[in-house]
């Protein structure tokens, strides 16, 4: 099985469980794995970094439908900056509003902040953030 990983190896180097990288193939966030005769799951290394971006991702809160559509896009050969450039600026909209129900009317925000990471520039300062999360 050189250059292979078997579903505990995967298991055991990003802490995730059996299950839940058996559930993330079933939605598609990682690629179907391949099979060896005995019908085991065979995964590259990809497999680990793969797992450690969609960990990332969730704790900076974005959903697993999110994440599927940003890998889509990334897959694809597409950069899904600007993607996630504006989930982040709806998340940040969306604490933003938690706080402020909170703590109250004076709670403040930066939702001109965030409205315009939301919008996206066109000088992509904010790439280099978005590449932190979903590098390969």
């Known amino acids: 099985m050189d250059g292979w ?7 055991a180097a990003t802490g995730e469980s059996r299950d839940t ?7 598609g966030l990682v690629p179907r ?19 450690g971006l969609i960990r990332n991702a969730q704790r900076f ?3 697993l439908k ?8 990334r897959d694809g050969g597409g950069k899904p900056c600007h993607d996630v450039r504006a989930a982040a600026g709806r998340l940040i909209v969306a604490i933003d509003a938690e706080d402020a ?10 939702a001109a902040g965030a409205a315009r990471l939301s919008a996206g520039t066109d000088d992509h300062a904010g790439d280099a953030d978005a590449q932190a999360v979903f590098q390969p």
């Open 33 to 51: 794995a391949a099979r060896t005769d005995a019908g085991y799951r065979r995964y590259r290394d990809g497999i680990i970094r793969r797992l």
């Open 21 to 27: 990288i058996r559930y993330y193939e079933r939605i």
């Open 66 to 73: 999110e994440i599927a559509g940003f890998l889509g896009v």
């Open 61 to 63: 809160g974005f959903s």
């Open 5 to 11: 990983l078997t579903i505990g190896d995967v298991a």
């Open 101 to 110: 129900e909170d703590v109250g009317p004076d709670a403040g925000g930066d």
